[in-house]
């Protein structure tokens, strides 16, 4: 089943290991795991036969777009959400309550502000009965390796985000977990501490005096999952499959400007967009179906501003076509960031993505070079064409004889394929644009949709 | 019913309020089974009631001297009072939150025993408790806390139940994969994120409180006087002789205590409570205490925290192993579950079902369902003057409130006076009211309004302070910079901006006012009774005669006017708060 893959510099980097066979036991598995949550509109599937391991020695990385269900999928292997069928194992045991083997570091911090520093890291020590001197010396050895020296009576109010996280490591770690599970640990500090904090990281990784034997973290951010990851499994949305699994062979520590690193980046970038695997099959499930109806549940708006888009629209007009990698280098961001923008574009017809480079259309340059009210008629164009949710709102309302109709009714529609969360976003994004491109309004005192040309 | 909600982001359990539910067939339940239970406690009261003796009835010593006992005596019961809601609070709006079954029940109860109005209330409880201790005055001790006890919990257990149930998810996973016990769970993270909502309810409701202390250290019920001492029932000797100059004492030694407790005991909690903000980074306004400072400076924090530390170590041990571990329940049996739901609605239902047919048959006696037209018709005449009141006081005080509140340096000043204000009983000062009324010749149908807003008004204001406090500068400096002025700057932008705490405030007031009805449309000065025409009136004349028949009928329509008054008006308006106006 292992694909060697050959990369353009010549060597073999990238092997898929779907259902290879592995030497040692997993310490987790999970088993045909599946996850729905029930919703107003029906049942949402949030995951789906998912089946993977995780070994001794590995760091896996799950990395998919938001609403791709791998923060679920973490909180299933932590034992701290029920799958609805299926299981997960670990160390061959089925959990039947919180996963004794790991420990969780949270996006968002998860400190009690009402504790100091010190008080944080030993409460998990503490429900493990172990107080007093023994706690204190544990916790105060952990947050002096972790490099929090001087703040143990400081509260986290007090301290600046890394810092904050920091703290969640330090509490992750003083209980000595097997497996340390981080959901998405660096996507709320800034670019420079984030990175600051994953060398640390993989400075941990590489002591011998701690007990981890493997980590698992979850992420939207394709570089991190490469920089960091020794198996990246990549999910996609509705619902959330595991479409590929990637084995990543680069030394650490890893330099972002080298040609294996760059390749790998946009065959990620490729594979969560849903077109082609990283070794350039293509694959059934993923491409859209022309013939199918392309409708607002199976393609989705990138969750871009017009502001964004418009934004990268321009900026693309400058630069001649290049690749998502040299956009982020130009503005001093990651792939990530813009991710959604550069998705808005080509769903549009403003931009192409082809192996990683990215080039405006001819209608994209039109748009961007635009004069405001050009710019908008373009964009009203495409986004009626293209963009299946608008382009449903916009003949929805048609077809009534008062040209509106209450938000309820595609709100309702959405969550036949959204969760509650993603159907916000997805009506909010519509708005957004419709009323960009002069095709709709909102009339949020009514809570209704209506044409721009009887508003 | 009388809801002290002040500070509209804390304290008002949003969710509740905002989403205007249905009236589902649980709520039809839940109110009846509430009704049914004071029906026990009348129950119980009649039939002890041949037991009755006029003993231990100590009369009231009107000498000055004998105040600052008798005010100490009144601390006390409120003390006991606030500890009893506090414990009440964390046990109902646990068992609320964390079982699926109970909450469904518990808290639409909720809403209905927060509309039901205390003093129409209080004379059944009289009854119950007098026949429950008799012989010595701990029955009447213990009705009186717990009438105070009724005015105070409901807000603080909405407060706490609204902040278990918002636990933030992160904090919720993390006691999770951390495995900490209940126990500990309830004290690290379930009580400290609770604790700001807590603390100003506490307070908002201890204000209340006062009003209902006085209403009920004094009282007549079935033709009988009993008096507690404290000061309460010190103003109502003073009053019933007539004797201005000891209520003027009576009304120094209150804003003694109203201040004193202030200042004491409430600002440096507030002061305190800062600590369990949940805000990851330090606000910008943050309430000081010197009281506090004082405390902090003193060796006493850190000599308790020791102390503390030694005798939590074996007690979270204990409890841990009693309540058990945070768990997640991975497998559950769904058909176990539904069977479970099947069993415990049944047993409620039955139960609720037996009790209001019970209940009815007690009320209507051989009257049929004619015992509620009148106190119905009556309600409809309190109505009318609940609804002036809130009109006036909004035309008057909104403005007041707005200016006072605008202005950073006046509100510093205003906020806490007003508080004080509004905590003081407002039933203290009935008797020069009805003074006046008495001179004047000015009939309690009129005056019974003023009375009823002595208490009521202040919400409002305070409110409109709260409100137009938290209108950003920025949009103020825009508009200033539009030239937008006069009547234009009022309509679009201060009125908008007032307007959702001023709902807040006008729940509160128009809760307060139903409630005030009952002391407000009958009062005594000096021998002389003025009666207004109303359902408070009907209530007080029953419960004197000890008619509990009619009191309870009385009760009941005014719990119905109450509910349906939040549900119709109140709570529409505040959904659109929300949506709307909510900055």
């Known amino acids: 089943m292992a694909t060697p893959v050959q990369g353009r510099t010549g060597e073999v980097f990238v092997v898929r290991t779907q259902n290879e066979p592995q030497d040692s036991a997993p310490l987790i598995r999970t088993v045909a795991l599946r996850k729905t949550f029930d919703l107003p509109g029906g049942e949402k599937v949030v995951l789906d036969g998912i089946d993977l391991e995780v070994h001794e020695g590995e760091v896996l990385a799950l990395l998919g777009k938001s609403g791709s269900g791998k923060s679920t999928l973490l909180r299933c292997i932590a034992g701290l959400l029920a799958p609805t069928t299926g299981h997960v194992e670990y160390r061959g045991e089925r959990l039947t309550e919180a996963n004794p083997g790991t420990s969780m570091v949270f996006q968002t911090f998860a400190l009690l502000p009402w504790e100091t520093v010190q008080q944080n890291v030993e409460i998990g020590l503490e429900a ?47 209980t000595d977990p097997e497996v340390l599970l981080m959901d998405e640990p660096f996507s709320a500090l800034d670019v420079l501490t984030a990175e600051n904090l994953r060398g640390e990281l993989l400075e941990i990784w590489s002591r011998d005096d701690i007990p981890i034997k493997s980590i698992v973290i979850v992420t939207h951010n394709i570089e991190e999952a490469v920089l960091l990851a020794d198996r990246v499994i990549v999910l996609g949305s509705n619902p959330g499959r595991i479409r590929e699994e990637i084995r990543i062979n ?35 499930d993923l491409v859209p179906d022309e013939t199918q109806q392309r409708t607002p549940g199976s393609h989705p708006l990138p969750v871009a501003t017009v502001d964004g888009l418009s934004g990268l629209a321009e900026i693309l007009e400058r630069f001649a076509p290049c690749t998502l990698s040299d956009v982020a280098d130009e503005l001093g961001l990651q792939v990530g960031d813009f991710l959604p923008s550069a998705e808005a574009l080509e769903m549009l017809g403003f931009a192409t ?18 004069d405001i009210q050009m710019s908008k008629e373009i964009f009203a164009e495409e986004a009626r064409q293209r963009a299946p949710l608008v382009g449903v709102i916009v003949n929805a309302l048609q077809s009534t004889g008062k040209g509106s109709l209450p938000s309820g009714f595609f709100r309702d529609i959405l969550r036949r394929s959204f969760g509650e969360a993603d159907t916000e976003m997805q009506l909010d994004t519509a708005i957004n644009w419709g009323r960009y491109g002069e095709l709709f309004e909102f009339d949020a005192s009514q809570e209704n949709l209506r044409l721009e040309s009887l508003a | 019913m009388d809801r002290r909600i002040v500070e509209s982001r804390i304290t008002l359990p949003g969710k509740l309020l905002g989403k205007a539910r249905r009236v589902s067939l649980s709520d039809v339940v839940v109110a009846l089974a509430v009704m049914v239970m004071l029906y026990g406690i009348v129950r119980v009261g009649r039939g002890t009631a041949v037991s009755f003796a006029p003993e231990t009835n100590r009369s009231i010593d009107t000498a000055v001297r004998n105040l600052p006992y008798y005010a100490a005596r009144s601390l006390l019961r409120m003390f006991i009072a606030l500890a009893a809601s506090l414990v009440f609070s964390f046990v109902y709006a646990y068992a609320a939150a964390r079982s699926r079954r109970a909450g469904k029940v518990l808290i639409p109860a909720l809403d209905i025993l927060q509309s039901v109005p205390i003093l129409g209330f209080l004379s059944i409880t009289v009854t119950g408790f007098i026949a429950l201790f008799p012989g ?53 993270i379930d009580v400290p994120n609770g604790a700001i909502g807590l603390i100003w309810n506490g307070m908002m409701s201890m204000g209340g409180g006062w009003f209902f202390l006085v209403a009920s250290e004094a009282i007549t019920v079935s033709n009988k006087q009993y008096s507690l001492p404290g000061i309460g029932s010190f103003a109502g000797a003073a009053i019933a002789d007539g004797d201005l100059v000891k209520v003027g004492w009576a009304i120094l030694a209150m804003v003694v205590l109203v201040v004193g407790v202030n200042v004491l005991f409430w600002r440096p909690l507030v002061a305190w409570s800062e600590l369990f903000r949940n805000e990851q980074s330090e606000s910008a306004s943050v309430t000081r205490s010197f009281v506090l400072d004082l405390l902090r400076r003193s060796h006493w924090p850190r000599a308790l925290a020791a102390l503390r530390c030694r005798m939590a170590v074996p007690l979270d041990a204990a409890m841990g192993r009693v309540f058990g571990t945070d768990d997640v329940v991975l497998e559950t049996d769904e058909a176990d579950r539904r069977l479970g739901d099947v069993v415990f609605w049944f047993v409620i239902g039955g139960l609720t079902a037996y009790g209001t047919w019970k209940l009815y048959s007690f009320v209507a006696h051989d009257e049929g369902p004619a015992v509620f037209w009148r106190p119905f018709w009556l309600g409809a005449v309190t109505f009318v003057r609940v609804i002036v009141l809130i009109v006036f006081a909004t035309l008057i005080w909104v403005p007041i409130g707005a200016k006072i509140g605008l202005n950073p340096k006046a509100a510093r000043i205003a906020q806490p006076l007003v508080q004080v204000l509004a905590s003081f009983p407002a039933n203290f000062l009935f008797p020069f009211a009805t003074f006046i009324f008495i001179r004047t010749g000015l009939s309690l149908d009129i005056g019974g309004i003023v009375l009823m807003s002595l208490g009521a008004q202040w919400y409002i204001l305070f409110n409109a302070i709260a409100g137009a406090m938290e209108i950003p500068s920025d949009l103020r400096e825009a508009m200033e910079d539009l030239d937008v002025r006069g009547w234009q700057l009022w309509r679009r932008l201060i009125i908008p901006g007032v307007f959702p705490s001023y709902v807040t405030g006008g729940i509160t007031a128009s809760g307060g006012a139903w409630n005030a009805s009952i002391v407000a449309e009958t009062v005594t000065y000096g021998g002389v009774t003025l009666t207004a025409t109303g359902l408070g009136a009907y209530i007080a004349a029953a419960s004197e005669t000890g008619d509990m028949r009619h009191v309870l009928a009385g009760v009941v329509v005014m719990s119905f006017y109450v509910v349906s008054i939040n549900r119709f008006i109140w709570q529409p308006l505040f959904k659109v708060a929300q949506e709307r106006y909510s900055l």
């Open chain 2, 136 to 188: 010595s005055l701990l029955g009447l001790e213990m009705a009186s806390i717990f009438a105070i006890f009724t005015s105070q919990a409901w807000n603080m257990t909405f407060s706490f139940y609204h902040s278990l149930v918002t636990v933030p998810a992160e904090l919720d996973e993390l006691s999770k994969m951390l495995r900490l016990t209940r126990w500990q769970r309830f004290w690290r």
């Open chain 1, 128 to 174: 493990r009965g172990i107080t007093g001197a023994e706690a204190s010396q544990r916790a105060l050895r952990v947050i002096d390796m972790i490099g929090l020296d001087g703040f143990e009576t400081a509260y986290p109010k007090e301290l600046s985000g890394g810092m904050r996280q920091r703290v969640g490591f330090a509490r992750a770690l003083v």
């Open chain 1, 250 to 284: 680069l030394d650490r520590p890893r330099d972002r400007r080298s040609r294996q690193f760059e390749f790998l980046v946009e065959g990620l970038y490729r594979t969560m967009t849903g077109r082609v695997s990283v070794d350039g099959e293509t694959q059934e």
């Open chain 1, 353 to 370: 993505v082809d192996r990683g480079n990215i080039s405006l259309t001819d209608s994209g340059r039109m748009f961007a070079g635009a």
